[in-house]
């Protein structure tokens, strides 16, 4: 027979919720920042479009439609990279169990999203060789 875990005192409780929030708002904060940078690809007066009506000079190789998809798949990467883990620390909160871990993991799930799709957008706005 199993028995249940004690009853965390409600000094613990609180802390628990505090950290766990502020750890949330950290995650919403650097979620953030990486949104705003996939938009600034997309930005046609600095972004990689400019790159695109440059492309006979410098002799790179772009398409507006993979920039549009890429930077779709971006955002979705920050809002449910950050939002599906908050989620689910909402839910342990609720039931009285320890969340404070969930927000660290939408960190490094949006940092990856965002290197590794800068990588396959480098594939296709990195100067061709031989130009």
Do not use: K, N
């Amino acid at each position: 027979m199993t028995t249940a875990p004690p009853e965390r005192s409600r000094t613990h409780r609180v802390t628990g919720i505090t950290v766990s929030v502020i750890l949330a708002v950290i995650a919403l904060g650097f979620a953030f920042s990486i949104y705003v940078q996939f938009f600034a690809f997309r930005d046609a007066t600095t972004g990689l479009p400019t790159a695109c009506s440059t492309a006979q000079v410098v002799g790179t190789h772009c398409s507006e439609s993979f920039l549009s998809t890429i930077v779709l798949i971006g955002y979705a990467v920050c809002l449910f990279g950050w939002g599906i883990p908050i989620g689910f620390m909402i839910i342990r909160l609720i039931q009285r169990r320890r969340a404070w871990y969930w927000p660290l993991i939408s960190l490094p799930v949006v940092y990856a999203g965002y290197f590794i799709l800068t990588a396959v957008l480098g594939t296709q706005y990195l100067p061709v060789s031989g130009s």
